[in-house]
């Protein structure tokens, strides 16, 4: 019974170990508990975060979606899923100011994020308008009711091969912003807690 107890004992440790080492948001089988604390460690921060290289590939969509530990942005550019470089800068700001114009676009909730991506929401090559943004306007087929973290969404606009988006959060949270393949990714924590 002893020689039972041990080996289970050592099945369900390395269970746990390669529990934690999944990254945050992995996708978890259905009917399998998820532990938040394990599954909502990371490094994010509030500071800004910027990737300076890009293709300028047009804007195609602007998505979310919710997770157990935070909420997610997810920008696609248009063009093969190749993975080329997609510039990005985003970071908190007391204002949203419009490039351009320098018209302040009002974006509700506790924290305001500035979210600029390297592509247009037009064909830099032909001018012609790919994504249905309005200034001043929630995103286009965005719907973020009874999302924990996000509250607000402004479209500010493209210019000069960026685009511009006010992304309204519940408080200033930690954050972090990565590319995957054609996607540019917003996450933004629930909490402080376990986000150092």
Known sequence: MRRVTTGLAALLLAGAGLAATLPAGAAVAAGTPATAPAACAADWGSSPKVSTATEYKPLRDIRTGRHDCYDRMVFDVLGPDTGAPVG???????????????????????????????????????????YDGRAGRPLPGVDISGYRTFQDTRFAGSFEGDTQVGLGVRARLPFRVFQQGNHVVVDVAHTWRGFR
Not at 91 to 119: F, N
């Open 88 to 130: 990005y800068r985003v970071q908190y700001v007391d204002k949203l100011h419009q490039d351009g114009s320098g018209d302040v676009i009002p974006v509700g909730g506790g924290a305001v994020l500035e979210v600029r991506v390297a592509a247009p929401s037009y064909d830099p090559a032909t001018g012609k308008p790919v």
